[in-house]
């Protein structure tokens, strides 16, 4: 008995290319079916303000096969096909990258006097794409956004067989890196100064006082003002904010605590806040950020005032928080949603209406990234620098958290205080190692050695250089006080970025193993039984020096 055929199913639904190969194996597209019945992409609702993209403009000019390649591929994208991608994402491809690529595609036909096709696109034509970004008078940074959009199309396109594209060598399609150090140009939102944030909170608590009357209309405005106050001691993203659902809040099994659970779209998963009335000074000791419980009533009064909206709200907006009656020329009294743009304005209206100014007098710059920023360093410092749980608090790894929220400033950078009362007294009065001694080891030359600041009455406190220093000696009695610093930089890795802890201290513990202890090994000055004894009792029981209620953090000797 025969094998029974399977057929295998194909959804009709899900956007095509028509097209056959040649004799060479290039794409051919069908000339019926361009351009297609319908140029029109249609986004829907999404965290943009862009509601849907045109096509029509780059048809019938020269570029016909590449354009239609490019409109399927995004409405593959919206229909969940070759990968995930948010709505939002999709719509930057289309206005930032494709709306460019197309438009240099339309020049360069035009300059070559032929139509252009996909077997077209290759390392020439990017490295041309390039160039023309550049004529643009954009920056650099601009530049990237714009190629970064049009390469998750082609490469989704080239995946998909429609293209051909080369991995590496010089005819690689895409340069392996086309805006070096672009990283450096970015200026990211840096978080508000002490004074700043004080005056922000004391204002936006003024403003929200009319929400508690239910005489009140709720407006964009108002909305505005609670949504600010939760970014403000949540830390969260604007799109997980601006999308809160009316399930946001869930039980605690704390007394006297609440869940706030946001989604978080690009991460597919939820965040998650506690929210509990204690005392603001008291340490974070959560693996999640806690503000105080006005907060979570604030969230409650609003879910409650807008309940009587959701009937009237369109079918995508009747799970939000944020629901009012809009009183703008178009779609004046339709229920609607806080919006993007409806948290700028309400925001610069604030700061206008308060006379909020930054340290130059220029009208104060508020957004949800620099609140997110703003609490991020708050936490940190709260948390006397501790990276690993302040990340946990934003929800991003330590070195995310490191990286782009912990800029340095005077009061999170942690301007590496030196010692505990009994240190800071003997610098004073230039008794350094009275108490205990040379905490790496013996220095021939404590003031003018190679590290040394060489200032009159100055003692040379540079110990994370004592194992380059030509004055820098080490005994076997020297051996605990090692091994407590040998194991004291690794524990700072949990505390800091991991590229910053590479590059600065990571070469410590191999000098210390490959070269003092394995050397004083080779030449007799350390005895095998003796360096383990004194590595294990470091491990358990550290140097004072080196522990971490004398010294909180490395960089006082950086």
């Known amino acids: 008995m025969g094998k029974r055929k399977v057929y295998v199913r194909t959804d009709l639904s899900v956007p095509q290319v028509e097209h056959s190969l040649d004799q060479q194996g290039n794409v051919v597209l069908l000339p019926e079916a361009i351009p297609p019945a319908r140029t029109l992409i249609a986004f829907g609702r999404n965290a943009t303000g862009s509601r849907s993209f045109d096509f029509a403009p780059w048809y019938g000019s020269g570029i016909d096969p590449i354009t239609y390649a490019c409109q399927r591929q995004i409405e593959r994208f919206l229909a969940g096909q070759d990968t995930t991608v948010e709505v939002s994402t999709v719509v930057n491809y289309c206005r930032a990258g494709l ?85 450096q140009k970015v200026k990211g939102e840096t978080p508000l100064p002490k004074a700043q ?34 970014a ?21 099994p704390k007394d006297n605590s609440t869940f706030l659970i946001l989604w978080k779209r690009r991460g597919h998963n939820t965040s998650k806040v506690v929210l509990r009335g204690e005392s603001t000074n008291e340490r974070l000791l959560e693996s999640t950020p806690t503000i105080k419980i006005n907060v979570e009533r604030l969230i409650r009064h609003v879910i409650a005032r807008t309940e009587p909206l959701r009937a009237e709200a369109p079918d995508d907006l009747q799970a939000r928080v944020w629901l009012y009656r809009s009183r703008g020329n178009e779609g004046t009294g339709q229920v609607t949603a806080l919006s993007d743009s409806t948290l700028q304005y309400g925001t610069q209206k604030l700061v206008a209406k308060y ?12 957004n949800i990234s620099r609140l997110r920023k703003t609490f991020a360093n708050r936490i940190f410092e709260i948390l006397d620098g501790d990276l690993a749980t302040t990340a946990i608090a934003l929800g991003n790894t330590p070195q995310v958290a490191g990286r782009n ?14 010692m505990g009362d009994v240190m800071v007294e003997e610098l004073l009065t230039y008794t350094i190692g009275t108490t205990y001694k040379t905490p790496m080891g013996h220095c021939s030359d404590p003031v003018n050695g190679q590290y040394a600041p060489k200032r009159e ?45 590479t590059r600065e201290y990571a070469h410590i513990p191999r000098l210390i193993d490959h070269y003092i202890v394995a050397e004083g090994l080779r030449r007799g000055v350390f005895k095998l039984a003796a360096v383990e004894t004194a590595r294990e009792r470091a491990r358990i029981e550290p140097h004072p020096f080196w522990s971490y209620d004398v010294v909180s953090h490395l960089e006082v000797f950086a």
């Open 197 to 230: 944030r004080h005056a922000l909170a004391a204002a936006v608590k003024q403003a929200i006082m009319p929400i508690w009357r239910d005489d009140v209309p709720l407006t964009g405005e108002l909305l505005t003002y609670a949504l600010l106050i939760v």
């Open 457 to 501: 009455g100055a003692t040379c406190i540079n110990f994370l250089n004592c194992l380059r220093c030509r004055h820098y000696a080490v005994t076997g009695n020297d051996l605990h006080k090692l091994f407590s610093f040998y194991f004291r930089v690794f524990a700072e890795r949990m505390h800091m970025d991991k590229r910053r802890w």
């Open 405 to 418: 929220y912990l800029l340095p400033d005077e009061d999170a950078k942690r301007n590496w205080r030196f």
């Open 355 to 366: 006379g909020l100014t930054d340290s130059d007098g220029q009208p104060l710059r508020i």
């Open 232 to 252: 403000l001691h949540t830390g969260r993203n604007t799109t997980p904010l601006l999308e809160m659902g009316r399930d946001c809040l869930r039980a605690h």
């Open 99 to 183: 709306r460019n690529f197309l438009d240099y595609l339309l020049l360069r036909a035009i300059a070559f006097g032929y139509e252009l096709t996909l077997a077209d696109i290759d390392r020439a034509l990017i490295d041309g794409y390039l160039g023309h970004l550049v004529g643009q008078g954009v920056v650099t940074t601009s530049q990237k956004r714009f190629y970064d959009c049009t390469k998750s199309v082609l490469l989704a396109l080239g995946q998909r067989g429609l293209i051909a594209l080369v991995a590496a060598g010089d005819a690689a399609t895409f340069p392996r890196n086309p805006f070096p150090n672009n990283n």
